[in-house]
C-alpha cells in the first residue's frame, strides 16, 4: 500500500453547540476513555500503520483534552513532522500550551472566528474579541506556528469590520490564516433562524465582496492564498490539509472522521455511544464504505486538486490531450476565455474570477470532461 501520509484525530466534546456548526461534536460526552478508544481503532484499522507525517486534532474541541491525551496518541506513532491541534481561546492559556508543546505539537490552530464582539455574539460564540487577542498573544508566546480561523459573511458584518480585524490579526506574527465564509448547514439552529427570518446574512454579492477584498488585503500583507480558503506566509501552508487536497491516503479516528485508502473511502459512525461499543467488540466502527471507480477517482481529484491555487497537471492524470480538445469548444472554452479557469500547458488551474463560485466552475468542467 501506498504511504498513509496523515492521520486525522476527531475528538467530538464541545463545551456549548455554536449555532452555525455542523461538526460531529456532543456537549456531554463521556470523555475518560477517549485515549483507549482512539488507540484501540488505531490498532483495529491497521496495526502496521505506525508512521504518520503529518497528524492533526480536530473536532469538536480538541483543547478540552489535557496534554497526556495527545501524549498519548504521538508517542504511539513516530516520524511525525507538522502536528497540529485546533485550540479554542478558552483554552489558550500560556500553562496549557507550555504542556502541549512539551508533548510534541507544534502547530496551533485557534478557532477565534471573529475579532468583533457583534460577530461574535450573532455567532453566539463564548469568547469576546478581548479574550480572542488574549488568546493571540498567549499562542504566539509559546508556538512559533499558529494559524487562526476567520468566518466572514456574518449577520450584519461589513466590508470595513472585516478588513479591521485582517489587519490586527496581520499585525502579529501569526503565520497561516483560515478564512470561510458563514455556511448554512441543514438542522442547524441559525439555519432555522435564517428560515423564520430572525437572522439575515448578507448577500452573495456582498459576500463576493469580502472575499476579493480579503485576498487582496492578505496579499498586500505577505499571506499568499494557496487554497481557496487558505492563506499563509511562504513555508507555512497546512501540509496535513494539503496531502487532502492531494488526494494522498490519510487515516482518520474517532467518530464521525472519515479516511482515504487506496481508493476507498470511510467515514465512521457519527455516534459516540455507537463507535465506543463497535471498538469495545474489536470491531471497525465504520458507517459509510465507497470505493471509486478510475473515473470516480479522476472527478475527486479535479474537484479536490483544483481548490490548491498552483493547479493540477493535467499530463500525471492523463487527460491533457483530452482538456486541449474540449477547450476549443463550449463552455469549457468560455471558463478560459473568461479568466475562470487558466492553462498553462500542463497545469490547469482555478482563475481568480472563478474562486468564489468554484463548485459551479469546476462541476462544468467534470461534466464536460468526464
Ligand atoms: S464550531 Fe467548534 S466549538 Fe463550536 S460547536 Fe462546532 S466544533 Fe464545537
Known amino acids: 500500500m501506498e504511504e498513509v501520509s496523515s492521520l486525522y484525530v476527531h475528538v467530538p466534546f464541545c463545551r456549548k453547540k455554536c449555532i452555525y456548526c455542523d461538526f460531529y461534536s456532543l456537549e456531554k460526552g463521556e470523555r475518560g476513555d477517549y485515549l483507549k478508544l482512539i488507540l484501540k481503532e488505531l490498532n483495529l484499522n491497521a496495526p502496521q500503520f505506525n ?8 473536532g469538536g474541541t480538541p483543547s478540552l483534552m489535557g496534554a497526556p491525551f495527545f501524549e498519548g496518541v504521538l508517542s504511539r506513532i513516530g516520524q511525525f513532522s507538522e502536528v497540529s491541534v485546533e485550540v479554542n481561546p478558552e483554552d489558550a492559556t500560556r500553562e496549557k500550551l507550555k504542556e502541549y508543546k512539551e508533548v510534541g505539537i507544534n502547530r496551533i490552530s485557534l478557532g477565534i472566528q471573529s475579532l468583533n464582539d457583534r460577530v461574535l455574539r450573532a455567532l453566539k460564540r463564548q469568547n469576546t474579541a478581548k479574550e480572542n487577542l488574549k488568546a493571540i498573544e498567549n499562542s504566539l508566546s509559546v508556538f512559533s506556528n499558529v494559524s487562526v480561523d476567520l468566518i466572514y459573511g456574518a449577520p450584519g458584518q461589513t466590508l470595513e469590520e472585516l478588513l479591521k480585524e485582517l489587519e490586527v490579526i496581520t499585525s502579529y506574527p501569526i503565520k497561516h490564516i483560515s478564512l470561510y465564509a458563514l455556511t448554512l448547514y441543514e438542522g442547524t439552529p441559525l439555519l432555522e433562524k435564517v428560515r423564520k427570518g430572525e437572522v439575515k446574512l448578507p448577500e ?13 488585503f492578505l496579499k ?3 499571506f499568499s492564498q494557496y487554497e481557496l480558503s487558505n492563506f499563509a506566509v511562504k513555508g507555512f501552508e497546512s501540509r496535513h490539509n494539503i496531502s487532502y ?3 494522498k491516503n490519510y487515516l482518520g479516528l474517532g467518530p464521525s472522521a472519515a479516511s482515504f485508502l487506496e481508493r476507498t473511502y470511510r467515514q465512521n459512525l457519527k455516534d459516540l455511544k455507537a463507535y465506543r461499543e463497535k471498538v469495545e467488540r474489536g470491531e471497525l466502527p465504520t458507517e459509510v464504505e465507497e470505493r471509486y471507480s478510475k473515473k470516480e477517482l479522476l472527478e475527486l481529484k479535479l474537484l479536490m486538486g483544483l481548490r490548491l491555487t498552483e493547479g493540477i497537471d493535467l499530463e500525471e492524470l492523463k487527460i491533457r490531450e483530452a482538456f486541449e480538445e474540449l477547450s476549443k469548444r463550449e463552455p469549457v472554452n468560455s471558463l478560459l476565455e473568461e479568466g475562470l479557469l487558466v492553462y498553462n500547458r500542463p497545469v490547469l488551474r482555478i482563475g481568480k474570477k472563478g474562486l468564489f463560485t468554484y463548485n459551479a466552475v469546476v462541476g462544468t468542467l467534470i461534466s464536460s470532461l468526464l
Request: net charge negative.
Open 51 to 58: 508512521q504518520f507525517p503529518t497528524v492533526y486534532f480536530g
Open 220 to 222: 498586500d500583507r505577505g
Open 245 to 247: 487536497w492531494k488526494l
Open 204 to 216: 452573495e454579492e456582498e459576500t463576493s465582496e469580502f472575499y476579493y477584498n480579503a485576498i487582496d
